[in-house]
């Protein structure tokens, strides 16, 4: 009776280690943006953490490109672009630790 009871007692204290909290993920160092308009993004900014991140160069249409993200805490960006028809998109709000490519669209 007092060995089920301390083998009780030993897997209720190991519980706690097995069931482990989720882990963080980790903080995303770039993104991939993606101008799925038929015209060209002037220009493209990524907010994290207080800082601004641009786009050296005008995204063309149909385009893909590669930017550098400052270090992040945490996985959320906010993401405002201008096109080349004065066209400007609402500053949105993503989680790049989800997805990793920004799709720019009409």
């Given at each position: ?24 993920p980790k903080p995303v160092s770039a993104v991939v943006i993606t101008n799925s ?70």
């Open positions: 009776m007092i060995v089920r009871i301390l083998t009780a007692t030993s897997l209720l204290l190991a519980a706690p280690a097995a069931i482990a909290a989720p882990t963080k308009r038929d015209v060209p993004a002037t220009d493209v900014a990524i907010g994290a953490n207080g800082q601004t991140v641009r786009l050296a160069k005008p995204l063309g249409a149909k385009a893909q490109a590669t930017l550098r993200l400052p270090k992040m805490a945490g996985c959320m960006v906010v993401v405002a672009a201008v096109f080349e028809d004065e066209a400007t998109s609402e500053p949105s709000e993503l989680d790049v630790c989800k997805d990793r490519t920004i799709r720019l669209t009409d």
